[in-house]
Every structure is written in structure tokens, then in C-alpha cells.
């Protein structure tokens, strides 16, 4: 029996313009009413994702979801419970930071509650426009890291061959400090070490009191690919890469689809 869905949110459960789609929304609360606990896992802020459980259950004043944000760097219970929280190391985020602040790519630190540049142009105000809170101008912002700035995660936008190759050369100076993930196109999220949605999920599971089969979860990211790994009930989204489709065992246009074969499953 299904007793989780986790549910990824940029090119999954929400549009382009942020939005869900009135049958995911549909099928999601049919999961609750099956008794199917719904778990909200993304890279954003919490903030990002309590504003979208509210789109999806208007009436709650505290949407009953659990949340994993930030990609695992922070974990709440449906109770709003603060079951994980993690950032950087002071010295790891300056140096981090430094290294790709001059690489010709928009770079954004991220703290549990808000995110910072150092200058706020135009490109950062169309970011922001997919956003559910505003994008702080910093101009002290390397001053600041790790001082009264406590970075959880940076955030690099540019072309996609660009922050490959940033991704490699992190990866190679911090092995045993630091994660990396693709989790769009253009975005590579740089994480503290060994924070990913896998390991969030993981860590739900041993509260919840359930096993890894009893999940099911649905991406369209490398960032979601962690999390596919912990359970056989593993959704990918049919616009996913090839790459983070062949790590999943299902292929789905929608979250509602998805939420539909688990709800089979229970039948069966």
C-alpha cells in the first residue's frame, strides 16, 4: 500500500507561469481522501511551497503537506514540524561563491527564508517573476556570507554548457564538501554535502515509520533522480530528459496520471 506521494514542482506539478493544473490539483486531493499522505519536494524555498499547497487546498490556513525544500536542505512534517535543517559550511559558501562569482553567470544565494544578489538588473527581476517572494539586492553580499547570511544553497543560472563545466570543476575542487545538481536547464543548484531529495525522502521515511515501497514519486529533473532511487514507485515526467527518464520505472505526461496508477496499485 501507498502510504506517500512526493511530488517535484518546477515542470511537474507547476506550469511555466505557476500554476497547477485544476486535474493534478483534482487527483491530489483524491489521494488525501484515499488516505495517501502528499509530500512536496523541490529545489525552491519553503515559502515557494507552502504558496503552492495553498493553489492546492485553498482552504487550509496550513496546507497538510509535507515539504521538502531547497532539495532537501530543509524538511518539514505535515504537522509543520522542522525535521531537517542544514546550510553551509561559513568557509565552503565564501569560497564556493567566490570561485563562480566572475564566471559570466547569475549567481544567487539562497538561506532558508530568502534569496540575495549582489545586484538586482533586469535579468533578476524576470527570474523573480517566477517566484513567490522578491530576490534581495545585496551589494555586501561576499561580506555577508556566512556572517549574517547563512547560505543553504547557491544557485547558478546560464547557458547549459556553461554550468556544466562549473558543475565539473566544483566537483572536483570540493569531492567531500559539496552536491551539485541540474535541476533545469539553465540551473545548476549547489548543495551542501549529501543533501539531496533521496536523502530527504530517506529521512521521512524513518519518521513516518514506513518503508521505501509504501512512496511513490514523480520528477523531471537530475535533481529528482536521488529520490527515484529510494522506491520502485518511481514517476518521470514524459517532457524529462532521457537521462532522468531511465532512472525511473514509469513514464507520465501528468502528476495526475501518476496519482492514478498509485491509486490502481492500491487496488491491486
Known sequence: MIKMFVSDLDGTLLTIDNKVRDDDIEAINKALEAGIDICLASGRKDIDIRAVATMICPK?????????SQNGAFIFSKNNEALHKTAFDPEIAREVYNRVIEKDVITIVSTIDKEYVEIKDETILRIEKRLFSPIEEEKNLPM???KTIQASKIIINGPEKRI??????????????????????????????????????????????????????????????????????????ATAHDQVKRNANYIVETVAEAIEQVLQFQKN
Not at 60 to 68: C, K, L, M, Q, S
Not at 175 to 192: C, F, G, H, K, R
Open 60 to 68: 487550509w490556513n496550513e496546507p497538510e503537506f509535507y515539504r521538502i
Open 144 to 146: 555577508k556570507i556566512g
Open 164 to 237: 556544466r563545466m562549473i558543475q565539473e570543476e566544483l566537483q572536483e575542487a570540493f569531492p567531500n564538501e559539496l552536491d551539485t545538481y541540474i535541476s533545469e536547464a539553465q540551473i545548476l543548484d549547489v548543495m551542501p554535502k549529501n543533501i539531496s531529495k533521496g536523502n530527504a525522502v530517506d529521512i521521512l521515511i524513518k519518521h513516518i515509520g514506513i518503508n521505501s515501497n509504501q512512496i511513490a514519486c514523480i520528477g523531471d529533473s537530475f535533481n529528482d533522480i536521488p529520490m527515484f532511487q529510494i522506491t520502485h514507485n518511481s514517476f518521470a515526467m
